[in-house]
């Protein structure tokens, strides 16, 4: 079931990946602003690929949450988000985002940092398990890597991510080879691309939420 590609130790996880993403924490702020414009009451939540729980740390007690389930393949990275989050609404579990159980259950439905570790295949599976997890009218949004249109522009990018990491604490080699998983410890694919597959998985509304660096943040609507 394992599938976890996250280069980060679980114990350096939040250290790490605000050296490594760019407006990490501003990713989850746009999705708690974007939440609570959608004006719900008692709102069921799922978090994929939740990690050390952060999705959850900022949204509990600022938003109308009713049930909010986290799930991770990794044991330890979920012992760890417990540690940080207690709350009786809140729920952890260890579920292969390939083989979500869940049928219409979900207001929203998040995906942060998730999507590009699969290959096509796999890619449209687990947008459909999101898809079918969620009510009609629910809210899917996800942010991850995107692919460049151009191999020029993806060099350019690149070193301007590779610069962002040196900038923010790590070593000239740990940045560059973080840089180098890209195509090969995780699959971006265009934005173009990645909105045809939610609406080919059904979404009747796709819309870039935000873009900086290589991330892209995309709302969808069931």
């Given at each position: 079931?394992k599938?976890?590609?996250t280069?980060?130790?679980?114990?350096?996880y939040?250290?790490?990946?605000?050296?490594?993403?760019t407006?990490?924490?501003?990713?989850?702020?746009?999705?708690?602003?974007?939440?609570?414009?959608?004006d719900?009451h008692?709102?069921?939540?799922?978090?994929?690929?939740?990690?050390?729980?952060?999705?959850?740390?900022?949204?509990?007690?600022?938003?109308?949450i009713?049930?909010?389930?986290?799930i991770?393949?990794?044991?330890?990275?979920?012992?760890?988000?417990?540690?940080?989050?207690?709350d009786?609404k809140?729920?952890f579990?260890?579920?292969?985002?390939?083989?979500?159980?869940?049928?219409?259950?979900?207001?929203?439905?998040?995906?942060?940092?998730v999507?590009h570790?699969?290959?096509?295949?796999?890619?449209?599976t687990?947008?459909?398990?999101?898809y079918?997890?969620?009510?009609?009218?629910?809210t899917?949004?996800?942010?991850?890597?995107?692919a460049?249109?151009s191999?020029e522009?993806?060099?350019l990018?690149l070193?301007?991510?590779?610069?962002?990491?040196?900038?923010?604490?790590?070593?000239?080699?740990?940045?560059?080879?973080?840089?180098?998983?890209?195509?090969r410890?995780?699959?971006p694919i265009?934005i173009?691309?990645?909105?045809r597959?939610?609406?080919?998985c059904?979404?009747?509304?796709?819309e870039?939420?935000?873009?900086s660096?290589?991330?892209v943040?995309i709302?969808a609507?069931?």
């Amino acid at each position: 079931m394992k599938q976890n590609s996250t280069p980060f130790n679980v114990a350096e996880y939040d250290i790490q990946i605000n050296r490594t993403l760019t407006f990490y924490e501003e990713m989850l702020q746009q999705i708690v602003d974007i939440v609570a414009l959608l004006d719900l009451h008692s709102i069921k939540w799922l978090d994929v690929g939740c990690g050390t729980g952060k999705m959850a740390r900022s949204s509990l007690g600022i938003l109308e949450i009713e049930k909010m389930v986290s799930i991770d393949v990794e044991l330890e990275m979920l012992k760890r988000a417990q540690c940080f989050c207690k709350d009786e609404k809140l729920e952890f579990l260890q579920c292969d985002i390939r083989e979500l159980p869940y049928q219409e259950m979900f207001d929203v439905v998040t995906s942060i940092q998730v999507n590009h570790y699969f290959k096509m295949d796999e890619r449209m599976t687990i947008i459909e398990n999101c898809y079918n997890a969620l009510r009609e009218n629910g809210t899917y949004i996800s942010f991850e890597n995107f692919a460049p249109d151009s191999e020029e522009g993806t060099e350019l990018y690149l070193e301007r991510w590779k610069q962002f990491q040196t900038a923010n604490g790590k070593t000239e080699e740990e940045a560059d080879s973080h840089i180098k998983r890209f195509g090969r410890n995780y699959f971006p694919i265009s934005i173009p691309e990645s909105v045809r597959i939610l609406k080919d998985c059904g979404f009747r509304m796709v819309e870039i939420l935000w873009v900086s660096y290589m991330q892209v943040g995309i709302l969808a609507r069931k």
